[in-house]
Nanobody, 120 residues
Framework: QVQLVESGGGLVQAGGSLRLSCAAS????????MGWFRQAPGKEREFVSR????????SYAEFVKGRFSLSRDSAKNTVFLQMNNLKPEDTAVYYC?????????????WGQGTQVTVSS
């Protein structure tokens, strides 16, 4: 099992920045990557970004490329999502998730979510 705790959400004006953190504990050695997803009211959860623990390879959804940056601190089992130039449409609950090496990029472990609200 992997436990995940997100932090860093809040209210920000359009054009502003926030940095989300996700601290992992438990069987973190069994995880291949960490992902960020978001869910806006009335919409389905969507992929935002992911990063591999080994090598730090990242991928991003098109709608955040050039604005969001994902990094990791392997020693602290923590990932950071730096969100710049935020837009009102970025308003959502943001969730981090962990997969396993047996099923990479299938996310079975989820945090409780952190609210990001961007005002216009």
């Amino acid at each position: 099992q992997v436990q995940l705790v997100e932090s860093g959400g809040g209210l920000v004006q359009a054009g502003g920045s926030l940095r989300l953190s996700c601290a992992a504990s438990g069987r973190t050695f069994s995880s291949y990557s960490m992902g960020w997803f978001r869910q806006a009211p009335g919409k389905e959860r969507e992929f935002v970004s992911r990063i591999t623990w080994s090598g730090g390879r990242t991928s991003y959804a098109e709608f955040v490329k050039g604005r969001f940056s994902l990094s990791r601190d392997s020693a602290k089992n923590t990932v950071f999502l730096q969100m710049n130039n935020l837009k009102p449409e970025d308003t959502a609950v943001y969730y981090c998730a962990a997969d396993s090496k047996e099923t990479p990029m299938t996310y079975n472990f989820w945090g409780q979510g952190t609210q990001v609200t961007v005002s216009s």
